[in-house]
């Protein structure tokens, strides 16, 4: 079995021995389009790839002459072309359905969307910034406790039950739409949320569910935490929102088109234009102990190419 693997492994310990194991590694973790257009992929029965490292998609332009399988160690498959894969036979091997036996035991992508929400409300981006500027004062940073805060939920499957702990816990009232689940509180998060947190994935419903005619209904002052995808929302709409006045604050771990130019990115330029957006680099699942469990977890499906 020849594998080339396109995302950094070797700072986990034991991982690329792992992958090796299974026959001999490509390792080019810091591969570009242009790079992968010129491999002769039909030379590979496994391309081992992460959509936080990628900065290209997995489509038909990259993957010309790949008749093997694309092993990923991730939920979303945003960055690859599904329906691509799926008419040339490319077998794609996710964590998608790998719920109680690995993914209730990652809780990292919802903890940081806890980390995201508490950085939000209490300015703390803004006040550490200010300090560093030589200054000491509270008036321009004062934000709000979470206790009693009312925050909507929208997806509770592993991640957004989760996070519904985790608010709890705080002393939050939670609101759940989860439509699959029957709990259907669309309206009432619209009419009562302060907080939004998504925990959904891309799909026909969920893309661009959050855009100007959501957002004109949310109460005034709402801020919306997205660790889930940037397609999720319409980036445009959040930005306008945003100066417009309405949203109050804009905290994600996610762009819409990470494979793209990101100079492009509303989010991102709103964040040069001083909007109050938080953006860490689609770091939710990246941490030491819940990545090497993931990337252990997904390189053991490998035994099943064998």
């Keep these: 079995m020849k594998i080339l693997c396109i995302t950094p492994i070797k700072h ?26 010129k491999l002769e992929l039909s030379n590979y029965n496994v391309i081992f790839c992460n959509p936080n490292k990628q900065n290209f998609l997995l489509d038909s332009e990259t993957l010309k002459n790949f008749k093997g399988a694309i092993l990923t160690a991730s939920t979303g498959l945003n960055h690859i072309d599904c329906n691509f894969c799926d008419k040339n036979n490319i077998k794609i091997l996710s964590h998608k359905n790998d719920h109680d036996e690995l993914l209730k035991k990652l809780p990292s992508t919802a903890e940081l969307a806890f980390a995201l929400m508490s950085s ?28 009693d805060k009312v925050i909507g939920i929208i997806g509770h499957g592993r991640l957004g039950s989760m996070m519904d702990t985790y608010c709890q816990a705080f002393g939050m009232k939670t609101i759940i739409h989860d439509p699959p689940k029957q709990k259907n509180n ?13 925990h959904v994935h891309v799909d026909k419903n969920t893309k661009n569910m959050i ?4 957002l004109n209904k949310i109460k005034n002052n709402c801020y919306i935490i997205n660790t889930s995808r940037g397609e999720i929302v319409n980036e445009q709409d959040i930005v306008e929102s945003l100066e417009s006045g309405l949203l109050k604050g804009y905290a994600t771990d996610v762009i819409t088109d990470e494979y793209g130019d990101r100079n492009k990115s509303p989010i991102l330029k709103g964040v040069k234009c001083g909007l109050n957006i938080i953006v860490t680099p689609h770091v939710g699942g990246m941490t030491w102990e819940g990545q090497k469990k993931a990337y252990k977890w997904s390189i053991d499906k490998l035994y099943k190419l064998k």
């Design 12 to 37: 986990l310990d034991g991982i690329y021995e792992h992958l090796c194991s299974f026959g001999p590694v490509t390792y080019l973790p810091n591969l570009n389009k242009a790079q992968i257009q």
């Design 211 to 214: 855009n100007s005619d959501f």
């Design 120 to 147: 939000m409300v209490r300015n703390i981006p803004s006040s550490f910034s200010d300090v560093k500027k030589g200054n000491w004062n509270y008036d321009e940073h004062m934000g709000h406790q979470l206790k």
């Design 186 to 198: 669309l309206q009432k998060i619209l009419d009562n949320a302060e907080i939004i947190s998504l």
